[in-house]
């Protein structure tokens, strides 16, 4: 009878540990793939002195964030030179230099800065 108690005991533990991994793998996974877009470039992308001006201005201009899904990461954004808000998320936005050249943009930038993704 002890034993069958201790047996159950177990099993229950081991469910329940096996449950609490499988949510946690669960949210790294959405994490991971929240972030993803943004990692979709290479290291050697953002050492580039282009960048590295727009990471600049990211860091010191006064952008507005508006977020639409702060989970996503998707928002409305304005700097002081915009001529109109944009939307954007971690890989993709909608202003000029962005659709000119398909590289991170102050707007990404300034999402990643805000997400920790980046320094």
Known sequence: MILKVIVGGVVVFL???????RIYLK????KERDE????RWADEVHQRPGQKEKLRQAKEED??????????????????????????????CQCGTFKADHLPCKHIYKLALIKGLIQ
């Open 36 to 39: 993803a877009p943004f990692h």
């Open 27 to 30: 949210r790294q996974k959405r």
């Open 15 to 21: 469910a329940v540990w096996a449950w609490k991994i």
């Open 63 to 92: 952008i507005s964030v508006h977020f639409e899904s702060e989970k996503k990461c998707f928002a409305r954004m304005k700097a002081p030179d915009d001529q109109e808000e944009v939307w954007c998320g971690l890989g993709m």
